[in-house]
């Protein structure tokens, strides 16, 4: 029974075009992450929610909208993909604000 | 300023000889640490955390780390190393009052038969 799934686990789409990636846990964690992992392994937080409010919002690029419509949900939407949004996207929750964090598998996106 | 810093982006040792990998950090408060493992095209996952009291933590797959507040180090050893500890090996710092975590850079460790 998989902890953190995220869908798809393969992405490749076209500059320009609105994708999201999808996110689950079911360990009944309260906090959940967005990290962006670049080809040099480098990892970026991106957002987390505590309790379905924002709670870290990094200086990202405002087309990337993260949505949890529950606790067990954080979606991320990216609109008009560019090139440099090609990378690993991780999800992740834990317990309480950076606690210990269980990943999902990872989703590859590649833009094209 | 919070932040961690991993010594060596890339680490070889041979198998069955000891794995050390360094881990420093900055921080005004008490921070937890934590050591986490990607292995390829896979997430991560824990390896072993400290949060308060025991400085010397043990973790999954035989690997420990010891908090050194003086130094403001987390190193994560082994003492023999498995073709199977082939991986990226992160560690993190949680200031947990601030609302802020870190990730180190990686360290990407081979195994050498």
């Known amino acids: 029974d998989t902890a953190v799934s995220q869908t798809p686990k393969y992405l490749v789409t076209q500059m320009g075009n609105d994708k999201s990636i999808k996110c689950e846990q079911n360990l009944g964690h309260d906090t959940m992450y967005w990290y962006k992992q670049d080809s040099k392994k480098f990892l970026k937080i991106m957002f987390s929610?505590?309790?379905?409010?924002?709670?870290i919002n990094e200086t990202v690029p405002n087309r990337f909208s993260p949505k949890s419509p529950d606790k067990a949900h954080l979606n991320l939407h990216i609109n008009s993909l560019e090139l440099g949004d090609s990378a690993v996207y991780f999800c992740?929750?834990?317990?309480?604000?950076?606690?210990?964090?269980?990943f999902g598998p990872g989703t590859r996106l590649t833009v094209l | 300023a919070q932040s961690v810093t991993q010594l060596g982006s890339h680490v070889s040792v041979s198998e069955g000889a000891l794995v050390l990998l360094r881990c420093n950090y900055s921080?005004?408060?008490?921070?937890?640490l934590f050591w986490y493992v990607q292995y390829p095209n896979q997430g991560l996952q824990l390896l072993l955390k400290y949060t308060t009291g025991a400085t010397l933590v043990k973790g999954i797959n035989g690997f420990e780390a010891e908090f050194k507040k003086s130094e403001t180090s987390f190193h994560l050893t082994k003492p023999s190393a498995h073709m199977s500890d082939a991986a990226e090996y992160f560690c993190?710092?949680?200031?947990?009052?601030?609302?802020?975590?870190?990730f180190g850079t990686g360290t990407s460790l081979t195994v050498i038969p």
């Open positions: 921080s005004s408060v008490p921070p937890y």
């Open positions: 929610y505590n309790n379905k409010e924002l709670i």
């Open positions: 993190a710092v949680s200031i947990r009052a601030g609302n802020q975590f870190y």
């Open positions: 992740a929750s834990s317990h309480q604000p950076f606690w210990e964090q269980f």
